[in-house]
């Protein structure tokens, strides 16, 4: 960006001081390039149909992990793909590895959803019938090219006969153990676990909110060096102090009186009427600084997309009463021309997907200033959220179209549908550059910040 300088009657001194100025503005702040150009590009191969999922980005050794997706009962190719990034220009699969899920071949399975990393401990997170014993996959990624799966927790470990959709990885910078929050589950709202040993799970607390499911989880310490873990599903947003547990070593449930925040909008009319459009909680992030969570609402066909803005601040102790986070502000992305099943070729298990295609999905926060956003049908899209009341859309792709690649189309199981539209399900961003992951197509890398 070029600032444009009038020379007044203020004299030539006025006018060098004001492009020095101008000059020191530019170099401290970065460049984003509106249109975020294609750096590289992979189809990340076979296998699960190239249907990928989520995306994990461990930036200091330059690996991406994506989770894969599977509508084929006759494919036994769940996997975990590890990708060498360390060449954004050309992004290399080193391996893929299988979830340990006891049959990879139930119809139902749909493999991992969700993808995590912490240190050198990854969790795929796997949902289906309970016939194909889904649940979440613990894998060793010491050598991160190749992940090795060491152990899995089932149903009965997790509550959850259908497995999880989702969970969260949190490496204690204090104590150097590693947590897993496993939600996304059937019967209860959070299980945690210490997985500093992966091979050697070992189970911590419980919470229940009463109204399972939550969708997605995220956790960090704040300010004050509380452990806080933010929630959002049916119920709606909470956030819970965990610090007893995960500093404390006390081991037991986890109820109320650690709830310190909460907004209940998707299933408590009063709750519902301080937000906008009330939908479903789909995913949640709060900025670097805690003040802020943000929360991205999953809708169907022909509804609009939102991305809201909760008030995180002066969070209260446990045991009091919990802070009503009211919205701030929201990202409201209307929909295309309603589309969706009518595009669909045949009705099958992917169709769920494409309803969905239309709305957004899960974001990025970076720091407390920037929201990097795979936003399904529209690509991907970068929000300044600097100012919550008031976001900014500071670049965007929805030409995200270089095709599924010889790999996928040569795959007869895999439906053809829609290919000439991106369906990004997830966009993580280094400070740099942008990895995306397209449901169809494999992953993008696209740059943010311009030379």
Known sequence: MKSKIRVT????????????????????????????PIVGFDTLGEPSNGNNSELAVDMARNFAYVGGLNFDPSEDDLSVKAVDISNPADPVVTDQQATLDGTTTAEGNFGPFDVKIAGNVLAASTQGIPSANPGITLMDISDPADPVPVAHLGAAEIKSPDGSHNSFLWADPATGKIWLFGCGLDDTSLMLFDVTDPANPVFSAEYNNGAPFVHDCFTQMDGSGRILHYQAGSIGVEILDVTRIVRGGQAGPLTSADVVAKNHYTSDAADAATVTRPGFAHYIEPTAGGMVAWVGDEAGCGDPAIVRAFDASNLP???????????????????????????????????????????????????????????????????????????????????????????????????????????????????????????????????????
């Open 9 to 36: 009657l203020f004299g030539t001194a006025l006018l060098v001081l004001l492009v020095l100025l101008a000059g020191i503005a530019v170099a401290s702040s970065p460049q984003y390039m509106p249109h975020l």
């Open 317 to 451: 102790a446990p045991g009091s009463t919990p802070k009503f986070m009211a919205e701030l502000g929201t990202i409201i992305s209307q929909p295309d021309a309603p589309q969706c099943s009518g595009l669909i070729h045949g009705q099958d298990n992917n169709s769920q997907l494409q309803d969905y295609r239309w709305t957004g999905h899960n974001f990025d926060i970076w720091g407390d200033s920037l929201l990097v956003r795979g936003n399904y049908g529209r690509g991907v899209d970068v929000w300044d959220i600097s100012d919550p009341a008031a976001p900014a859309l500071v670049a965007k792709n929805r030409a995200l179209n270089l095709g599924t690649g010889d790999e996928n189309q040569a795959d007869p199981g895999r439906e053809k549908f829609l290919e000439h539209y991106p369906f990004i399900w997830a966009a993580i961003y280094d400070g740099d550059l942008i990895y995306a992951v397209d449901i169809n197509q494999g992953l993008y890398v696209l740059d943010l910040v311009g030379d």
